[in-house]
Antibody
Framework: QVQLVQSGAEVKKPGASVKVSCKASGYTFTTYGLSWVRQAPGQGLEWMGWISAYYGNTRYSLNLQGRVTMTTDTSTKTAYMELRSLRSDDTAVYYC??????????????WGQGTLVTVSS | DIQMTQSPSSLSASVGDRVTITCRASQTINTYLNWYQQKPGKAPKFLIYGASTLQSGVPARFSGSGSGTDFTLTISSLQPEDFATYYCQQSYSDFRTFGQGTRVEIK
């Protein structure tokens, strides 16, 4: 079965960077795109961006462009999300999400367990 | 970005009630609308795609409808395990966006 296993919780100071990993199993890694979605405490879901696991091309939310980089390592079937210049409002649970597709419809089918990133001085 | 607005933000209902959640897009998205359920401390669960197609394994008491800008998620007979927060999400644009969520609470 599809599994996305993310790295553990992080505590960072304002201005620092964080890199979260997401190891995939149970499917052909390069067949599907991966998105990253975050959720601040008590808040809703925010889409951060997407990466093609096959080509490596990316799309980033305009809110985060310039601070976020998404990459993949096809040899280890692992996706990475790096967020720089961290602020307190970046405190959130970060999810990696594998897409599913049926015809033209694309959806967030499989979710990682989430990684809590806390930004605090 | 396409803005997604859900209503209500929260509702209280009893087991057995019929519940309807509305999602409105800021521009037409045809039927490129997905729904998710999230329980506290858990990752969201994918429920519906294409506005009305249930993901495999999702109980038939869930249904979705709509096209263009206006969509609904209906739970025909609320069960104890359905108390959760529900999110709509558009996949019309490559820049995906979610609604702010609707919390379904026990009355």
């Amino acid at each position: 079965q599809v599994q996305l296993v993310q790295s553990g919780a992080e505590v960072k100071k304002p201005g620092a960077s964080v890199k979260v990993s997401c190891k995939a199993s149970g499917y052909t890694f390069t067949t599907y795109g991966l998105s990253w979605v975050r959720q601040a405490p008590g808040q809703g879901l925010e889409w951060m961006g997407w990466i093609s696991a096959y080509y490596g091309n990316t799309r980033y939310s305009l809110n985060l462009q310039g601070r976020v980089t998404m990459t993949t390592d096809t040899s280890t079937k692992t996706a990475y999300m790096e967020l720089r210049s961290l602020r307190s409002d970046d405190t959130a649970v970060y999810y990696c999400v594998r897409e599913g597709q049926n015809g033209d419809y694309v959806f967030f089918q499989h979710w990682g367990q989430g990684t809590l990133v806390t930004v605090s001085s | 970005d396409i803005q997604m607005t859900q209503s209500p933000s929260s509702l209280s209902a009893s087991v057995g009630d019929r519940v309807t959640i509305t999602c409105r897009a800021s521009q037409t998205i045809n039927t490129y609308l997905n729904w998710y359920q999230q329980k506290p401390g858990k990752a969201p669960k994918f429920l519906i795609y294409g506005a009305s197609t249930l993901q495999s394994g999702v109980p038939a008491r869930f249904s979705g409808s709509g096209s263009g800008t206006d969509f609904t998620l209906t739970i025909s007979s609320l069960q104890p395990e359905d108390f959760a927060t529900y999110y709509c999400q558009q996949s019309y644009s490559d820049f995906r966006t979610f609604g702010q969520g609707t919390r379904v609470e026990i009355k």
